[in-house]
């Protein structure tokens, strides 16, 4: 999957909201500093309602790459991670790797960016409890700003980007 095009020109939070608009979701989003972990987004975002994310971006040994998007607070094993969504060993992708198939920077990544992903190299992982919450507050390909969001919603817009989230008991 390494053959995958740069990203020349990658979806704005603009072109994302467009196209949740046009499948006729429904989503609240807030401006604020940049967050580049999850103590920043507690900092600027933590008064949200619903769940907040944290998003790995990972690869396993056949280069395969996955986006884990899971509660910020989910203590995530990478060594026990394999075993429950069915990859290789895994480790983390780099930032150009990231650029190329997800069209976002580090503090940045979020579902959202399936967006960017036209060729389905990404297989993206979603926590099942988190999607059984009321809203998820996700970056929309930004980390100024904080996009809240239905569960349903989410997998419809992952849906129409031609992605199949697994779903899967992270704890």
Request: glycine share 6%; proline share 8%; hydrophobic share 40%.
């Amino acid at each position: 999957m390494d053959e995958a095009v740069p990203h020349t020109n990658p979806a704005t939070p603009e072109n994302l909201f467009e196209r949740l608009s046009a499948l006729g979701i429904v989503t609240e989003t807030i401006n604020h500093p940049p967050c580049f972990s999850v103590q920043d987004g507690e900092k600027h975002t933590g008064h949200l309602p619903g769940v907040h994310v944290k998003n790995l971006f990972l690869c396993d040994a056949k280069k395969e790459m996955w986006l884990i998007t899971a509660p910020w607070d989910r203590a995530i094993d990478l060594k026990c991670l394999p075993e429950q969504i069915g990859s290789k060993r895994l480790s983390f992708g780099s930032v150009d790797r990231l650029m190329r198939t997800l069209g976002v920077t580090p503090g940045s990544v979020t579902p959202f960016a399936v967006i960017n992903d036209q060729i389905q190299a990404v297989r993206l992982v979603l926590d099942a409890w988190m999607m059984q919450q009321g809203r998820i507050n996700c970056h929309p390909l930004v980390n100024t700003m904080t996009t809240s969001i239905g569960p349903q919603d989410l997998i419809a817009f992952i849906s129409d980007c031609n992605h199949r989230p697994q779903c899967v008991d992270l704890r």
